[in-house]
């Protein structure tokens, strides 16, 4: 945990920010695999873990505005509890840590709220992202299953998002030494490890033990794939074979559950074919020029369709699309080869704060969200502030399926060579992802800098 | 999955135990982490592996008995899907892998169980481990959610234990390979990386990515600690040091999710203390001892019973305990250093069909599970079948907490000398675990020897 003053600063500015009434936060339960004993590893909920810091299941808060209380819900260990797990910390020393003095036990939940509803308090709460919590609100506030979701109070939402938004140096520190001494670290180790004749599982394999013998875990499923071009992608069965790329889109989550998220793409034989080396080229390109443009008050919309339009001018220049860049644009066609967003926010979420929606997140009344394919999937399109912790992972695709789609349709065919298209499209797919800090200045990379130039890469990859 | 011709035979033994009815049984859905699309590694439940084998979340299988038809309900994948997912098999295709004509989409499901309930047919199914399994259940059957747990069927509980507990050669060799390939591979892997000074976390991280990268997972979290007296521990933490002793128990799970289940407890720094040799050989005469029992027509129970008189008598040559062998075990004595059972099942789980009950599983109407501190958790006491797959894993550990609490009560203080346990209250812990198989002829562990000899393993870490 953080030293305490840092849990009741947040709490303090959350509860000035809301005036009055009731947050309750909910802590996770655990997760059963295949019988109700044999867990996943524990994940706390991202928001207690912001305002309260305690790491382990079955815990509620409730800040209290009015009466100026704040309490942590859960039960201490009992003697049974000692004997199988060893020393337990009580529930005050829990608290402590966290800079609270009021706990109570579990059961005190419920008949707490009972009585807070019975007043005509008003409780806040945050939209439910598991059936068990869903299921937990419901019995906690007396409120239809299916309506809780629904009732999810809007101003703490926006109220967290904004808080949470901006990170303070003891979170920027934590991302910047779980990206060079996890990530960044395991990536250099799996440029070594990349032959052909290998599968994609030795590599995801070395990538997750190099994270859990230090003492991390990965902050969400690794993407280690020569179909770079399939977007959600968790299989790592194919074998690698000279001439594929291998793309890689994996990040450590710091002990303190902070996220990293980091892509590169290699080249399983260690050089990059001319074809390969001119579309890296253009992500690359597209990758350095994004961050190049990030500082605080500019739209990350506006950076998204820059990125766009560098995608659009170098696919142009090597025959796959024709026509004006602007218009191109414009009009979306871009979005066959880059069909994702530029990037999302990044803290004790990799999509930070993806939970409380990403219509409070990522957008507000200024800039509201495009409805176009491609563009509509951009997570973050608001105006930056200093303090943001962002990615950039711009990407070119030929997703097959999607090309005989648009082929079909004769979509945008004005702006795409589809004869060109159709002579390699099963290319694959290329994407570049950095982690960036929005500073006063502009914006700085989190982290030293991880291999990412065509002569970096093959450098290292030399054997 | 295996050939089809596999679960075609289970499901018509399973139909011909049951004889009439709609057998319904629930596949399970992704669990979320944070926020809903950031997903644990997805488990299929072990009863829809069993009978179905398709790997896959969001499907259910309904076998009518009297009808005569077998249904996957779940949906096939759309154009969206296969642009993001790459391609994707149909629900016709999966089927026909699991020999099953009838697929359904998702939705049908609830209406063609209303129909069925309409027509007064009865619906077995399987008591929900998971929040969103028992969700799913009410839902479907439209039962109140608080007793959809006791409405389970225990003639279908109990027809799928019988069955599933006989393993045929398939599922043996599966845990036969993993265990060979993986889980004995990274024990010899492990002894050679602990080192005073290194950390637990190290050596979990290598246990995992060793697993991770020959294409398995672990089966249930890893124990790998200092303090093995410490036995529901998923700590990592602690830095190791010369003289500790460090239990690893951690087991691979197969690509088709058959569990092996192994523990070994190593000397830090190489060699073990005159007192950890002392310990080490009565855990390791009761190990060896007990799978040498092992045979058909046997209770487990007293296998148990056998195990721990042989801690027992161990104990009192050293001075730890005293009086008559027999009459401590009868009083329960033992339980005080041997305080669970002495092995489970183990299949497509761990601890085998756990979310069936362990009543159904480890018992019957023969053999009661005996109600006393220690033999009490034992999970398997019945009478032993050839082709059932079990652990053996005695144990000796100091708890100091349990010790402090006897003391205090004076409990068997005829058995147990309180001051000599006292002098060595921070001794730790020690188990030892095999899987055996129960053969015609008696036994066979399974798969080839992982090393567990003093002086086999003072060998291997010789340095």
């Known amino acids: 945990m953080f030293p305490k003053e840092i849990y009741i600063d947040r709490r303090n500015h959350l509860r000035k920010a809301i005036h009055k009434g009731i947050i309750l936060i909910l802590g996770n339960k655990e997760c059963p695999m295949n019988y109700k004993a044999n867990q996943y590893p524990f994940r706390q909920d991202s928001n207690f873990l912001y305002y309260f810091g305690i790491d382990e299941p079955d815990l509620a808060g409730i800040i209290d505005i009015e ?16 004997i199988w ?14 800079g609270i003095t009021g706990s109570r036990p579990w059961n005190d939940l419920k008949s707490d709220i009972d009585k807070a509803v019975g007043r005509n308090r008003m409780i806040y709460y945050l939209p439910p992202y598991r059936d068990d919590r869903r299921m937990q609100l419901s019995f906690l506030l007396g409120s239809d ?8 109070s809007q101003e703490l939402i926006k109220e967290i998002a904004a808080q949470r938004s901006c990170k303070k140096e003891v979170e920027i520190s934590e991302m910047e030494k779980t990206m060079n001494e996890v990530t960044k670290a395991f990536y250099v180790e799996a440029m070594h490890q990349i032959k052909p004749g290998r599968y994609e599982y030795e590599i995801t394999g070395l990538i997750e033990g190099f994270t859990l013998e230090r003492n991390c875990r990965m902050a969400y499923p690794i993407i280690c794939s020569v179909n770079g071009h399939i977007l959600h992608n968790h299989y790592h069965g194919n074998q690698m074979q000279s001439g594929d790329l291998l793309l890689i889109d994996a990040g450590a989550e710091s002990p303190l559950h902070y996220a990293t998220d980091l892509t590169r793409t290699f080249p399983v034989s260690g050089k990059y074919t001319d074809l390969q080396k001119d579309i890296y080229g253009i992500v690359l390109q597209a990758e350095v020029e994004s961050i190049k443009a990030i500082k605080p008050g500019i739209r990350y919309l506006d950076i998204h369709l820059y990125a766009s339009r560098i995608i659009c001018q170098g696919l142009r220049d090597l025959g796959f699309m024709k026509g004006n860049v602007d218009n191109a644009v414009q009009a979306g066609a871009h979005a066959l080869f880059f069909p994702h967003g530029l990037g999302h926010m990044i803290g004790l979420d990799v999509h930070d704060m993806e939970d409380l929606g990403e219509e409070f997140v990522g957008y507000d009344d200024d800039v509201k969200r495009i409805n176009q394919f491609g563009t509509g999937y951009l997570r973050l399109g608001k105006k930056l502030k200093e303090g943001y912790t962002l990615t950039v992972e711009p990407g070119i695709y030929f997703i097959p399926a999607l090309i005989e789609k648009w082929m079909s349709e004769k979509l945008h065919s004005t702006f795409i060579d589809y004869e060109k298209v159709k002579k390699n499209i099963s290319f694959g797919g290329i994407r570049i992802e950095d982690n960036v800090l929005v500073t006063k200045a502009g914006h700085k990379i989190i982290g030293t800098p991880v291999p990412k130039t065509i002569s970096e890469i093959e450098n290292i990859m030399k054997r």
């Open 85 to 98: 797990m060893g020393y337990q910390e009580s529930m005050k020393e829990k608290c402590h840590k966290s």
């Open 145 to 152: 299953y299916d309506k809780t979701y629904a009732r999810a």
């Open 67 to 82: 009466e100026n209380t704040e309490t942590i819900y859960g039960n201490d260990p009992d003697l049974e509890d000692i």
